[in-house]
């Protein structure tokens, strides 16, 4: 399973209204759903075509107990997640959910960072394929973290990931992009002092910007910040859903 570490592999809505969340995401992004095969109900898969990107669940009892809103997750791929634990324990991390199997599937667990970001470690039961970029798949990976030099010393520990290209975003500081094996991931930054936590974005692939904010604005959601113009001739926006759980989108520019 060597293939698989270190990359994004799944991602999990955790949502206080899963009927709610199914409306809004397959009008919005396109997303088709599908019951997980095996489960007991509780689990429903969102689909790209004919294939899982993802799913989604009520956010647990002990995760609200926590305090923990409603959020997206990402499942980043290692070869032995008990090991992967154990190493992100001794850097400082805490671990909310210890590794726990699911049949068939894998093992994962989910991790705190030391800067208070949480993310989940898995272990597939067997390699996972690696999804071509298209719309409907992330297509980006970002952490906004109360110390952005420390969580990549961190996760470049965990999961090997490596600095790629930087971007100087001002008074803002430093956009530090990362990823491994010549590929880039994401990209990581200081917080900014209005955001009250550490915390991953994912960007979803689209066809439209444009067209998916009007869905997103239709549909019960919010703009939060954008469209605006990236570096590639790309457009970005950050949205979020009608529970509160923050997403971006990620197109190509569009020109009338």
């Not at 209204?17 to 509780?42: C, H, L, R």
């Not at 799913?55 to 997640?81: F, I, K, N, R, S």
């Not at 975003?169 to 209005?194: C, D, I, L, S």
């Not at 997103?216 to 959601?221: C, D, I, L, Q």
């Amino acid at each position: 399973m060597s293939k698989n570490k270190g990359t994004f592999l799944w991602y999990d809505l955790m949502t206080t209204d899963i009927e709610a969340a199914k409306a809004f995401y397959t009008e919005v992004i396109g997303w088709k759903t599908a019951p997980f095969q095996g489960g007991d109900g509780d689990y429903t898969m969102f689909m790209v075509g004919e294939q899982p990107m993802g799913g989604m669940m009520l956010l647990p009892e002990q995760a609200q107990a926590m305090g923990a809103p409603p959020h997206w997750m990402a499942y980043v791929g290692t070869p032995d997640v008990d090991a992967t634990v154990s190493l992100a324990k001794k850097l400082g991390a805490t671990v909310p959910m210890p590794p726990m199997e699911i049949p068939e599937v894998g093992r994962f667990a989910v991790i705190i960072d030391p800067q208070g970001a949480a993310i989940s470690a898995f272990q597939p039961s067997s390699d996972m394929p690696l999804p071509a970029p298209e719309p409907g798949r992330v297509s980006w990976n970002e952490l906004m973290s109360a110390d952005a030099e420390a969580g990549l010393k961190f996760y470049s520990k965990l999961f090997g990931w490596e600095k790629t290209d930087s971007m100087d975003m001002g008074p803002m500081g430093t956009y530090q992009m990362f990823g491994q094996n010549g590929k880039t991931y994401g990209g990581m930054m200081n917080r900014p002092a209005e955001m009250p936590m550490s915390a991953w974005l994912y960007y979803i692939n689209v066809t439209s910007v444009k067209d998916t904010i009007e869905r997103v604005t239709a549909k019960g959601g919010k703009l939060m910040n954008g469209p605006m113009d990236v570096p590639g001739g790309d457009v970005v926006a950050q949205c979020m859903d009608p529970q509160g759980v923050m997403f971006a989108i990620h197109g190509k520019a569009e020109h009338n």
